[in-house]
């Protein structure tokens, strides 16, 4: 199918765009790498009156490393962070994220503002994001916002985020040298989106105690959840199988899941426990290691 009719602009500048997105304000929508939205558009599910295309705004595509965090302008491609080396050297959880989304041909044109402003529930990138406690930066007529992951993501494709304003940064904090981290997920296919995913990050000190924990999960509710109970459960502990295991049974009992046509909601819960416990024991093998 083919979209609905719309007026199409696309600013030269930051304040052109927000000028823009002011003036229309609901039936107005960003466009930037269009992987989600022109789908959305095209099987008529969005149907905005204008489009306010980004990508030919400048300075909107970096990666820096600032004062402990990786900040990342919104129009970065996923392709850009899959192969940045400072990305690969201070934040290495979002590089094997990043494989898991969706497909080359969709990465190379995908942006990491596009992602975050989607909030699919089932993505990785909103999923690392909250596991490690990063920001959101947001511009609009009012100025600029910075939120934490938990306040931006509201529930399912709804974010806290207003028709006026735009994502202009992510911010990811960078992970300690010394501590292990691994994402893992289970979909029906490579490039699909997850059906669960699981975002960790440990780090022991020299007794091989644990000194923090970050974890989170993709595709177990409406936006990333951020499992405290389970991060309490590993620190200050030693931990061994048996506290990886309680942590586990932890997150598979706390998440609450909605079926769907991709699994039922028991199902979810299962693959929440099983894959918590191996995204743990697989980061737990990389602490300690340096380099
Ligand atoms: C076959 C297929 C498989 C995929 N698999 C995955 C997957 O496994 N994991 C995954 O995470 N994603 C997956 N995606 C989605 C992909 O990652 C998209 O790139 C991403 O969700 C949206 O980024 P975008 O830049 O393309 O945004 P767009 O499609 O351009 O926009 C998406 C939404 O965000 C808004 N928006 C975009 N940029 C901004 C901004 N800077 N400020 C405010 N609002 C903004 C738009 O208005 C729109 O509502 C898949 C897509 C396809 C087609």
Redesign the pocket.
Known sequence: MKPAQFEYFDPGTLDEALKLLRDHGDDA???????????LMNFRL?RPKVIVD?NKIPGLDYVRDVDGMIHIG??TR?RTVETSSVIKGKCPLLTEATY????LA??T???V???I??A?P????PCVLSALGGQVVVKGPAGERVLTADDFFVTFLTTA?QPT????EVRFPTVPPEAGWAFVEF?RRH????IVGVAAMVQLDKQRKCTDARIALCGVGGTPFKARSAEAILKGTEVTDKVIQAAAEKVGGEVEPEGDLHGSAEYRKHLAKVLTGRTLRKALEKAGKVG
């Open positions: 929508k960003v466009l930037a790498g269009g992987q989600s939205l022109v789908p969005a980004v919104a129009l996923q898991w989304v969706g497909h969709i990465r044109r995908g942006t503002g596009g992602t402003a989607h699919d089932a993505a990785e990138y985020l304003e735009m994502v202009t979909s490039g699909d989106f997850a």
